[in-house]
């Protein structure tokens, strides 16, 4: 199993620092699996059809095609139809704008999650779900992992893949956790935006990050439990987010980024 750190789109509205949209790619016996999709092709075409001005200027959307996960991973030599599944952490439309370039991917969310946004909350993007997504949403399960709940996921793509219930951002928001040698690394999506938040709540974005709370009481506890795998586990847990560029591996080219 080979794992790519992919930086599927740029955001830049000052005075908030530059974010990207840090995915990861599965490679496994010719067949891929990504943790959230990024910014599309079909954003990049139509944004404001897609997207809309407002959202556009507020969270200062960049349209890179270059960055797009379909091309990276046309860079790398594979197919979109060779993308089996994808995992969202949540569906806001800089995680989910890249779902429609992958026909043939199963997409795996919470169940809590898939309820809204098919019932078409107005924070997301509903024409970014036109193209009938195949979704797989997960309801909540007995299992753990490090004291919190887990749901083991059966993607196409073999490999030891959790959601972990991170509710706040969203609803539905999760972490991923994925399985690589005898380590994990957990994809925290949005549940922080940068890393300063593990260690403080006295910077500008953690006013931001209430802000785009769906229930900033259950974010709070989320961001709780992430300071504590981060202080008690972190020989065993490797964290990053989605929006964070100072956790992209050393191995990620300055191109990407
Ligand atoms: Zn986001």
């Known amino acids: 199993m080979k794992i790519h750190h992919l930086n599927c789109g740029l955001l830049h509205a000052p005075?908030?620092?530059?974010?990207?949209?840090?995915?990861?790619?599965?490679?496994?016996?010719?067949?891929?699996?990504?943790?959230?999709?990024?910014?599309?092709?079909?954003?990049?075409?139509?944004?404001?059809?897609?997207?809309?001005?407002a959202v556009i200027d507020a969270a200062g959307f960049q349209f890179q095609e270059e960055l797009t996960a379909a091309r990276q991973i046309g860079r790398l030599?594979?197919?979109?139809?060779?993308?089996?599944?994808?995992?969202?952490?949540?569906?806001?439309?800089?995680?989910?704008g890249g779902l429609a370039d992958f026909p043939a991917a199963a997409i795996h969310?919470?169940?809590?999650?898939?309820?809204?946004?098919?019932?078409?909350?107005?924070?997301?993007?509903?024409?970014?779900?036109?193209?009938?997504?195949?979704?797989?949403?997960?309801?909540?399960?007995?299992?753990?992992?490090?004291?919190?709940q887990a749901r083991r996921l059966p993607l196409s793509v073999e490999a030891e893949v959790l959601l972990i219930p991170l509710f706040g951002h969203t609803v539905g928001h999760c972490g991923v956790a994925l399985r690589v040698g005898g380590r994990w690394l957990l994809h925290v999506g949005d549940a922080y935006y940068l890393r300063i938040e593990l260690s403080t709540d006295d910077h500008p974005v953690s006013a931001l990050a209430a802000a785009r709370a769906d229930?900033?009481?259950?974010?709070?506890?989320?961001?709780?439990?992430l300071r504590r795998l981060a202080k008690d586990h972190a020989d065993e847990i490797t964290m990053f987010g989605y929006h964070d560029f100072s956790e992209f591996p050393g191995e990620v080219s300055p191109a990407a980024l």
């Open 15 to 53: 005075p908030n620092p530059r974010a990207s949209c840090h995915c990861v790619l599965i490679e496994h016996a010719g067949r891929l699996a990504l943790i959230d999709s990024g910014i599309g092709l079909d954003d990049i075409a139509r944004p404001a059809e897609r997207i809309g001005r």
């Open 77 to 96: 030599g594979y197919r979109t139809t060779d993308v089996v599944d994808i995992v969202l952490t949540h569906g806001d439309p800089d995680h989910a």
């Open 109 to 148: 969310l919470s169940a809590e999650e898939f309820a809204a946004v098919s019932a078409g909350r107005p924070r997301y993007s509903n024409s970014q779900f036109v193209h009938a997504p195949r979704w797989v949403s997960h309801p909540a399960s007995r299992d753990s992992w490090y004291g919190l």
């Open 215 to 225: 229930d900033d009481q259950l974010r709070r506890g989320s961001l709780r439990e």
